[in-house]
């Protein structure tokens, strides 16, 4: 797949398929101004994740509702021996099963005229504004060139780190399933437990789906909450964003996870992740500064999050989540989070 692109289009390689580099993908194939190849690891891959994002995803990105197991109107916040219930105001958060959904986005892109090319990437060249990908393809290796290269490989993106020579600030997390059904997502605060940030248990299709910021805190809160626990323990990791993280150079960008695109405080990343995707293909197909689109849609967002991530740092950590027992104010943040402005 060396060369140029069909018909002397400019190629697109999109290195990862799932919810931002599928969405880059579906966008900018309406502008019919490009080849896009995008290149995902494993097809059968199933990212670990909670599953969460803003139910509103589904009508505002025209996506079916199918990868969806469970719809959520209140959420639960637990610290020093209180338990508070968030009335949601009716369905604004949904589960999904990561599997199917980030098939769901490939299968839109497909749709649109993406090519889909099962492999991993190795070795990356960049030389006289063109993009030479080492493609790992079972027993085989195989090169291909594109004009434009986009990272949308997660938090540990490959394409940064041998392209920019850098990786993301992140935090480390543990997580495992457990049978005995958790209905009501829960958030976990206590410091014991959730560290700096928080522990959580989801609901899942197998029951429940738990997690904490480390594994040291991982074992405190097993124990504290969901002892016996002898499902296997897996790790992965989120990006903390800030704003310096690079997300164009030339005509190298990011997008998602590898962008560092996941909300402070929250964690949320599917939203981002498609919201951006979208997002940077509105910049290359109308000539656009991606990050400028991406600054003016959602970096007062992001830096008020940040400030509220560190509140909840602070010694004021419980003044501020006890805050959450006020109705009035339940709704303001919900109002916030979900932007009914």
């Not at 080492?134 to 938090?155: K, N, P, S, Y």
């Not at 850098?166 to 997390?173: D, K, S």
């Not at 910021?213 to 016996?228: I, N, T």
Request: aromatic share 14%; net charge positive.
């Amino acid at each position: 797949m060396g060369g140029n692109g069909v018909g002397g289009k400019k190629r697109v390689l999109i290195v990862g398929g799932g919810p931002a580099g599928a969405t880059t993908g579906r966008y900018l194939a309406r502008y019919k101004k490009y080849e896009i190849i995008l290149l995902q690891w494993r097809l059968d891959f199933d990212k670990p994740c909670g599953g969460g994002v803003k139910y509103r995803l589904f009508s505002e990105f025209d996506i079916p509702e199918e990868p969806i197991f469970k719809k959520i109107d209140r959420v639960k916040l637990n610290f020093q021996g209180e338990e508070i219930e968030v009335n949601l105001g009716g369905p604004k958060l949904a589960l999904v099963e990561r599997r199917r959904f980030d098939a769901l986005l490939r299968q839109l892109a497909e749709e649109e005229g993406v090519k889909i090319v099962e492999g991993r990437v190795r070795r990356v060249n960049s030389h006289r504004g063109k993009f030479t990908l080492e493609v790992e393809r079972g027993e085989e290796r195989e090169l291909i060139t594109g004009d434009i290269l986009v990272g949308a490989d997660g938090v540990n993106s490959t394409i940064r780190k041998l392209l920019l020579k850098e990786r993301l600030p992140m935090v480390t997390t543990c997580y495992g399933t457990i049978s005995t059904p958790v209905e009501v997502p829960t958030f976990y605060f206590d410091r014991e437990v959730g560290g700096s940030f928080y522990s959580w248990a989801f609901p899942h299709p197998t029951g429940g789906h738990i997690g904490s910021p480390s594994p040291a805190l991982f074992r405190r809160f097993v124990k504290e909450y969901f002892s016996p626990f002898h499902s296997p323990v897996k790790g992965y990791n989120i990006p903390l964003w800030n704003g310096n993280i690079s997300i164009q150079k030339g005509n190298l960008f990011f997008v998602g996870d590898a962008g560092g695109q996941v909300m402070p405080t929250t964690f949320e990343g599917i939203y981002y992740a498609v919201a951006s995707g979208r997002l940077l293909a509105r910049g290359l197909g109308e000539g656009l500064s991606y990050p400028t689109l991406w600054q003016n849609r959602f970096l007062r967002e992001f830096k008020f999050m940040k400030m509220v991530e560190k509140g909840l740092n602070s010694r004021f950590r419980y003044r501020l989540l006890s805050l959450f027992r006020w109705h009035w104010y339940q709704k303001l943040v919900v109002k916030i989070w979900n932007k009914e402005f």
